[in-house]
C-alpha cells in the first residue's frame, strides 16, 4: 500500500487513459483502511478528487473508527468499468458498484457527490448504512425545476466545455472555486492539489461522464425515505452546494441534524479540522453501539 507521494521529490502517477487502459476490466475500486475499532466509518470523495483528500482526517480518526476510504470509479487509483463507461454514470449505477465494498451497518461519510453516493447508498442497500455523515452535499446540484439551492446550468456547461481543451485548468478553477471564501484558502487549495498529484488524476473522459451525475441528479423524492441518523455539515461560503441546500436536506430527511461552519467553503475538513472532529465525534458518540462486527472491510492497511 503506497502513501501520498513526498512533497517535491516522487514522480507523478501515470497518465490516467493509461493507467485505465492497462488496468483489468473487472478490477475492484481501490481502497485503504486504517484503524481497528468496532464501528467502520467509510468515506466517499467527491468529483475529480481522490481519497487523499482525506488524509489528515483518516490519521485522526483511525483512532476511534476502523476508517475505509475509497477511489469512485475512474478517480485515483480505481479504473472506470466499461458497463459504466458505456451505460453511462448514474448514481443508480455509481451506487451498484461502490456498495459490496460497504460493510453491513457502516457509517457512511461523503463529501459533495460523495454525499449524494452517500444518500443512494442509504436508499438502495439501507442494511449497509447505519448512519450518514453528509459533506457539502445536495440533493440536487444544479438550480430548476423549484429548486433554488443549487449552481446555474451554465456552470456546469462551462466546465463540461472546457474539459474538452485545458482539462488541469478546468479541474483547478473547480478546485479554486470549493475553498473560495473560506478560512485558510490557500492551504486547503493546496492540499486539494497535492491530492491529485499523489494518488492519480481522472482522465478528461472520465470527468466527462461523472459530470453527469452532477448535472442530472436529484434525490430530492427519495429523502424521506433515508430512514437513518444523519448530520449535514455545509459551509457560510460554500459557492458549490450553498448553504441553503444543506439546510433544505437536512430538513428533509427524517432523522437529520445540522450543522453550519462560519467562513467556510465547501471542504470544511480541511479548513475547521477541529470543529469537523468534534462535530463527527459527537455525532458518533449518539448512535447505538455497532451490534456485531460487520463484514470484514476490504483495502490495505495503512
Known sequence: ????AAA??????????????????????HAERRGDAARTLVLLHGWALNLRVFDALSATLARDFTVLALDLPGHGRSIEPASL???????ERLAALVAPQVP???????????????LQLAHAVPERVAALV????TPRFVA???WA????????????????TDYRATVHDFLELQVRGSRDAAAALATLQAALFAQGEASPAVLARSLEVLRHSDLRAALPAIDVPALVIGGQYDRVTPPGAARALAAALPHARHHELARCGHAPFLTHEAEFGALLHGFAAS?????????????PRR
Open 8 to 29: 517535491g521529490g516522487a514522480a507523478r502517477t501515470p497518465d490516467p487513459a493509461t493507467r485505465e487502459a492497462d488496468a483489468p476490466p473487472d478490477a475492484p475500486l
Open 85 to 91: 463507461a458505456r451505460d453511462g454514470w448514474t448514481l
Open 1 to 4: 500500500m503506497s502513501g501520498p
Open 104 to 118: 453491513h451497518g457502516a457509517l457512511v461519510l461523503g463529501w459533495s457527490l460523495g454525499g449524494q453516493l452517500a
Open 149 to 164: 439551492h443549487g449552481v446555474a446550468p451554465s456552470v456546469l456547461a462551462h466546465f463540461a466545455k472546457h474539459l474538452g
Open 144 to 146: 430548476g425545476d423549484g
Open 134 to 137: 453528509l459533506v457539502s452535499t
Open 287 to 299: 448512535l447505538p453501539a455497532p451490534r456485531a462486527a460487520a463484514a470484514t472491510a476490504t483495502g
